[in-house]
């Protein structure tokens, strides 16, 4: 240890002390920074027009893109899309989440607990790719859904390439993150305050409602911020749940930069994605405050 | 507080009315150990019952059997009259404190305090003032607004308190709600408890391991070990006339002897007559095993100084321990190899009259000194 502690004193000598926190915040600084580099490089690009002739963006800077991408019908539609699949994507995952990981905390069988924690985290470990997939052969014409509603009598729906594809598709990807959200939170709830207010006269349902759901807000709203961020920002499951119909903005984002080319649309596009997804954080928690985050501070 | 006073939980004739019956109640949670082994007991309305025993005496599971959150295997437990086990805990008139409070965080002291008559219905109306009515009975009268979390521990015990009153149920628990508290806070609180159900009447049943919270608080004690009842007597009767030697060492401070029953019904160990009383069955020649109380044991530099005392023996000092108000002596009696006597000595001309080896007497009336038949090993 001394061996240890003499090469310490001349690496990091003791006066230099006062600046370890600064040194271990470098990484992080660092990582940031090169964001922040990355997004005023987007921004400037964002502020150049694709010259058809030469496809060069322009010598000059112009607002053009921004016109295009606000005054365009078809980007409107995609960004009413993006945020529309975001709510609803939050709100069925933790419509479902809830209980699951309700159930999840307060069973009383270790096996119930298990399975349930193996089915959440076994399509955990397939990439959101294969499993679009699986949703791909499970919804399709043909496949499993259909061949089940075709048992009873039904004949086969288009269950794919729709809006509501998608929206089941991110509701199955984010349910995970949901629930290992909210399991925590609804840890820390003691079992005593749930029998507290059944013998204070609630019902099953009234106590989960005065009582299970605020005190879990916290990790609702952290679920709801996670959920609705990375849904909203989905690339994979609109692209192949929703057959290129039903595009989000990342999709459009990489029509931009990969297909036609035109960096500078691109860049505007991915910029109001980061003030879209900065909105929401910022009305979630202008609503509930960041001290129901646990990042201290109150309402 | 007028209209609430103890009149209405009084009975109207003055009639002796039982509030709980719990007849041959018994809990098996598997393993072969029954955790609550064939209870029964009354408790008259408007009386305070403690139930007192160690950890994992089954005095907890006993009460959340009352409670309705376990339903004991065998055996009834009944409520004014009515079999409990059948209502689910929202269904019933209970007000319960618990163990850690279980106040919601995120509701004000007043929000606490309504959360039961909104649950149950009461009349919107009248549920500010009832709150505030019995925000006042527990003394935080303009606390109403604050949060749980901005209330100091003992505000957080009236609290819940009111909360588990403000319904007027017909029976309040209390889960050991003071054990966390520290030792002024924990005697304020018992005076209050105290008060709060003289004041209301409400029958009570409280749960402690604490014997002196037991005896200050209560009309009625139940002493419970391994499951079953061992005593169930007021308060000065269990603490003068225990009936088993579990009960005798578990309240207040006692020594053991353990011998043979004499004729007389005293105890023979070796060649020493210990005299003391029998309590219970004790026939000649049966093992036995006495208990004396340590303030009952009077201790003086030699045998003539001990004054009237029917037993007398000479013992070694072979520790001395002070205790602020008082000295306790650990002595050994010479013969009585291998017993210890430990003594309260209230000393008037100061502390530190005895030292480690000094030679000392001992001595107590035989009334003092219970002989109970020792358990089968």
Redesign the interface.
């Known amino acids: 240890m001394d061996a240890l502690n003499r090469t310490l004193d001349i690496v990091w000598p003791a006066r230099m002390m006062p600046y370890t926190g600064w040194a271990l915040l470098m990484p992080a600084l660092l990582l940031v920074g090169l964001l922040v580099l990355g997004l005023f490089q987007m921004a400037d690009s964002s502020l150049h027009t694709l010259d058809r002739s030469t496809f060069l963006p322009s010598e000059n800077y112009t607002l053009e893109n921004y016109r295009t991408v606000v005054e365009n019908a078809t980007y409107g539609k995609i960004i009413w899309r993006s945020v529309l699949g975001a709510v609803l994507t939050v709100f069925f995952t933790l419509l479902l989440a809830l209980p699951y990981s309700y159930i999840m905390v307060r069973t009383s069988s270790s096996a119930v607990r298990k399975v349930l924690l193996v089915t959440l985290f076994l399509p955990f470990f397939i990439g959101q790719v294969v499993r679009a997939y699986g949703l791909l052969i499970i919804l399709g014409t043909t496949g499993v859904a259909n061949n089940a509603l075709g048992l009873v009598g039904v004949e086969p729906i288009r269950l794919l390439f729709n809006f509501p594809a998608v929206v089941f598709g991110l509701v199955q990807y984010m349910l995970p993150f949901a629930v290992l959200m909210l399991a925590p939170a609804l840890t820390a709830i003691p079992r005593e305050t749930e029998t507290a207010a059944a013998s204070l006269g609630a019902n099953w349902l009234q106590s989960f409602r005065h009582v299970v759901i605020p005190m879990a807000k916290p990790g609702l709203i952290g679920a709801g911020l996670v959920v609705g961020t990375l849904a909203l920002t989905d690339f994979a499951m609109p692209a192949m749940l929703g057959g290129g119909s039903q595009d989000f903005i990342a999709n459009a984002i990489y029509d931009q930069f990969f297909r036609t080319a035109d960096q500078g649309l691109g860049a505007a596009l991915a910029l109001m994605l980061v003030v879209l997804g900065s909105v929401f954080v910022a009305i979630v928690i202008s609503i509930f405050g960041a001290g129901t985050l646990g990042m201290g501070g109150k309402k | 507080m007028t209209d609430r006073s103890a009149a209405q939980y009084a009975p109207a004739d003055g009639a002796r009315e039982i509030a709980v019956r719990a007849s041959h109640v018994s809990m098996d949670f598997g393993g072969g150990v029954l955790a609550v082994d064939d209870a029964s007991f009354e408790l008259e309305k408007g009386r305070f019952l403690t139930i007192l025993g160690p950890s994992g005496s089954g005095k907890t599971t006993l009460l959340r059997m009352i409670?309705g959150?376990q339903k004991q295997t065998a055996g009834e437990i009944t409520i004014n009259g009515k079999a409990v086990g059948a209502a689910?805990?929202?269904r019933?008139s209970?007000?319960?404190v618990?163990?850690?409070l279980?106040?919601?965080?995120?509701m004000t002291a007043a929000e606490n305090v309504a959360?039961?008559l909104k649950?149950?219905r009461f009349d919107p109306r009248t549920i500010p003032d009832r709150v505030n009515g019995f925000l006042e009975l527990v003394k935080l009268g303009g606390y109403g607004n604050r949060r749980i979390n901005e209330l100091s521990g003992g505000q957080q015990q009236r609290v819940a308190i009111a909360?588990?009153l403000v319904?007027e149920p017909d029976l309040l628990l209390l889960d050991e709600p003071l054990a966390a508290l520290d030792v002024k806070l924990r005697e304020e609180m018992q005076l209050e408890f105290r008060r709060i159900q003289h004041e209301l009447g409400v029958t009570t049943i409280n749960v402690t391991h604490d014997q002196r919270e037991a005896l200050v608080v209560s009309d009625d004690i139940i002493v419970m070990d391994g499951g079953r009842i061992q005593q169930h007597a007021k308060p000065v009767e269990l603490y003068r006339a225990p009936t088993n030697p579990f009960v005798a060492g578990f309240l207040g401070l006692s020594s053991f002897v353990e011998g043979k029953a004499t004729a007389d019904g005293d105890l023979q160990s070796g060649d020493l007559k210990v005299l003391g009383v029998s309590a219970g069955d004790v026939t000649e020649g049966v093992p036995v095993i006495a208990a004396i109380r340590a303030e009952q044991i009077r201790l003086a530099r030699s045998a003539p100084a001990l004054g009237a005392c029917e037993m007398q023996l000479d013992a070694t000092v072979i520790d001395t321990i002070f205790e602020g108000e008082r000295q306790m002596y650990i002595v050994e009696a010479a013969s009585l190899p291998g017993t210890t006597f430990r003594v309260y000595h209230h000393d008037p001309e100061g502390f530190g009259l005895f030292d480690i080896g000094d030679p000392v007497a001992i001595g107590w009336n035989r009334r003092d000194l219970k002989i109970f038949r020792h358990a089968a090993e």
């Open positions: 409670a959150f689910p805990p929202h019933r209970i007000g319960m618990f163990q850690r279980a106040l919601f965080p995120h959360f039961p649950m149950r909360r588990a319904f």
